[in-house]
């Protein structure tokens, strides 16, 4: 026995000799007193090292002999903070800690690092530090509340947008004058007015996004989201019988308007490989854009969707029917009213089409337009169009389509190729009944050297040569938003310029339509149609300030229409040149804050004087300026 005791010594004092990352705890002295209460840290821990706290680990006889049962240390891991802010875990505990030799972590989302200062300088808030933590108002470190931890369970997760987007824009459009005894100005003659406006908008965002899922690793199992959205704008012009027919409503107009503008429930229908392939479904109010460029259709509104990837996620495909519902006039946002308007589009991309880097893509787009009329929200009619034949009629179009973005080696591209078809059962130009026939084509060629992207590209929209032949050649979208040559920085994209009731070209896109509206007017394919030829460069300045500069050329395809329209013959081709400049400035690296501005103009060409000189004199240049604020949580 006293040779089994002097071992069992020399066996406790050789431990104690070990080097600390080679063992778990160190045993006290025989003599030592024991802690007065469990647990007792023998050791310091260290992010990879679990501490001693309650019974022990197998351990000689001696040393089991030495300690009390009700004393006996066991395994723990430390428990130190994760990174950002990970609130209170959601896990419940499924199973105690059974010995020593494991302990059961349920939270595998929160197992902590432990605390580093890299450069044991504080963590100061300007340094770009790994492992910092954060706080549930800031968005940039990893956040509970924005999807980097799960908020319920393993596979919840909850993220909250808050935005605010403040537009300020000051331009000069064309603006007709009232009859003479209602004018602005006394004496005032001219058929086109004062051109200058201000207009003001500001949205307020909140995005609740819960879905179930591993997060990035693979497709939600089922997801919901609302966002409600608020609307403040303001317009102040030069002229009357513009913010409302009726010319005592004066100069400015002030509106707001509450929507709830995304609104879905979707759910995982099957995986369709080991390679997280899988097919979903998504129902309700839900964005959708329907190629790389937004040429055709790009809208948030009330649908089903079906979509989903195959070949290890080479080829993704989407099949979604909208039944839209009206836009309120001066916000764009949805209502509840139904539309009576139905747009079924099918598409198919594959990535690495041919050339690695470039993905094609085929679609499909059916667009039924009910026979209806309706007044928007400043009295003004918008079905059916305030032009020619008054009376309501039912366009059914078609669209046949390829598209592609990518690079092929150091050229990057961007096209895209529709055909229309279909039929307009009353066209209020044409006066008759019409068949669609109508194309469309663009392409966008690109090459990067260093930090600047020298681009040029080129936009074809068919135009309609005869307006008594019973066939519509004049291109036109559905609801189209593109980012083409200039996007919105460009002049003749970014404004809405009227004429005769209807808009030669609409807000936000590119065709001259002759459309009312582009939200609530129905298509047009009895139009001019548009040649663009663009030059531009973006230059990043910084990696926090990105410049745009564009100079598209722009000539109407076909102009037949329009001198019927307008009563005047021998209206030329070439719009004008369109030049713009502008910039993106991101101060956090991030899309926290962004602040875009630009400032565009018009130079009249020989086609858009013959339609808007005034009696003396012709038009000048347009100059149009925009400033963009957005802040998001």
């Given at each position: ?8 010594l ?12 080679q ?16 647990p007792g840290v023998?050791?310091?821990s ?23 049962p009700e004393?006996?240390p ?26 020593t ?16 200062d ?7 808030p300007?340094d ?7 706080y549930w108002?800031?968005?940039?470190h ?5 999807g ?30 009232t ?9 005032e003659?001219?058929?086109?007015g ?6 003001y ?34 317009l102040d ?23 709830l503008?995304e ?12 390679n997280?392939?899988f ?13 790389f ?26 099949l979604i ?10 916000s ?5 009213d ?8 099918a ?25 209806t ?8 009619l918008?079905r ?24 092929i ?6 096209h895209?190729?529709y ?11 044409a006066?008759r009944?019409?068949?669609i026939d ?6 966008e ?5 260093d930090w ?13 040569p ?6 519509a ?11 083409f ?9 970014r ?15 590119l065709?001259?339509d ?6 609530q007017?129905?298509t047009?394919?009895?139009?001019p ?8 460069m973006?230059?990043d300045?910084?990696p ?9 050329l722009?000539w ?9 329209f ?26 926290n804050?962004?602040?875009v501005?630009?400032?565009s ?12 000189d005034?009696?003396?004199?012709e038009?000048?240049?347009l ?11």
């Amino acid at each position: 026995m006293l040779l089994a005791g002097v071992l069992a010594l020399v066996w406790v004092a050789g431990s104690r000799g070990e080097e600390p990352g080679q063992r778990f705890f160190s045993a006290p002295a025989l003599d030592a007193p024991l802690p007065d209460e469990s647990p007792g840290v023998f050791e310091p821990s260290s992010p990879l090292r679990p501490r001693v706290l309650r019974e022990p680990l197998d351990l000689p006889p001696l040393y089991e002999q030495a300690l009390a049962p009700e004393s006996e240390p066991w395994l723990e891991w430390p428990r130190e903070p994760t990174p950002g802010f990970a609130g209170r875990s959601g896990v419940l505990p499924t199973e105690s800690q059974r010995d020593t030799h494991f302990v059961p972590l349920e939270d595998r989302w929160r197992i902590s690092p432990g605390e580093w200062d890299r450069y044991d300088k504080g963590h100061p808030p300007l340094d770009d530090y790994p492992y910092d933590l954060g706080y549930w108002w800031d968005p940039y470190h990893q956040n509970v509340l924005k999807g980097d931890y799960p908020i319920i369970g393993q596979h919840t997760f909850l993220n909250i947008t808050a935005a605010s987007l403040a537009i300020l824009e000051q331009r000069q459009v064309p603006t007709p004058t009232t009859p003479f005894e209602s004018t602005v100005n006394p004496f005032e003659e001219e058929f086109f007015g004062n051109p200058n406006q201000f207009f003001y908008s500001h949205y307020f965002k909140l995005s609740l996004d819960l879905l179930h899922g591993d997060a990035a690793f693979k497709p939600a199992d089922w997801r919901i989201k609302l966002t409600p959205i608020f609307n403040v704008n303001y317009l102040d012009v030069e002229e009357l019988g513009i913010v409302n027919p009726d010319v005592t409503h004066g100069t400015t107009r002030n509106d707001n308007y509450f929507a709830l503008e995304e609104w879905f429930v979707e759910t995982k229908l099957a995986d369709l490989s080991p390679n997280y392939d899988f097919a979903s479904v998504r129902g309700g109010s839900q964005f959708f854009n329907s190629d790389f460029r937004g040429l055709l259709f790009a809208d948030t509104n009330r649908a089903i969707r079906l979509f989903g990837t195959r070949a290890a996620n080479q080829d993704q495909f989407n099949l979604i029917w909208f039944d839209q519902t009206e836009k309120n006039t001066n916000s764009f946002l949805n209502t509840f009213d139904d539309r009576h308007q139905n747009t079924l589009i099918a598409n198919y991309y594959r990535q690495d089409f041919l050339f690695p880097g470039y993905t094609a893509q085929l679609s499909y787009h059916y667009n039924h337009d009910a026979a209806t009329m309706k007044f928007d929200d400043n009295d003004f009619l918008v079905r059916p169009d305030p032009v020619g034949v008054f009376a309501p009629h039912e366009v059914n179009a078609h669209y046949l389509g390829w598209a592609g973005n990518g690079h092929i080696e150091r050229i990057n591209i961007s096209h895209a190729l529709y055909y229309a078809f279909g039929e307009d059962e009353l066209n209020p130009l044409a006066g008759r009944k019409t068949r669609i026939d109508a194309y469309m084509a663009a392409l966008e060629l690109s090459y990067d050297r260093d930090w600047i992207r020298f681009r040029t590209s080129g936009f074809y929209a068919s135009g309609d040569p005869d307006i008594n032949d019973g066939v519509a050649q004049g291109f036109d979208t559905i609801l189209d938003n593109p980012n083409f040559a200039g996007g919105e920085f460009s002049y003749w994209q970014r404004q809405q310029i009227k004429l005769f009731g209807v808009n030669l070209v609409q807000r936000m896109s590119l065709v001259p339509d002759l459309r009312s509206s582009k939200f609530q007017g129905q298509t047009n394919f009895v139009n001019p149609g548009l040649y663009l030829l663009n030059f531009g460069m973006d230059a990043d300045l910084t990696p926090k300030l990105k410049a745009i500069g564009n100079v598209n050329l722009l000539w109407f395809d076909q102009t037949e229409v329009l001198e019927q329209f307008v009563f005047q013959s021998d209206i030329a081709n070439f719009i004008g040149t369109d030049i713009s400049l502008g910039a993106e400035w991101r101060p956090l690296l991030s899309n926290n804050i962004v602040v875009v501005g630009g400032a565009s103009c018009l130079v009249p060409g020989d086609g858009f004087q013959d339609l808007y000189d005034p009696l003396v004199g012709e038009v000048g240049t347009l100059f149009a300026g925009f400033l963009e604020v957005q802040l998001a949580y």
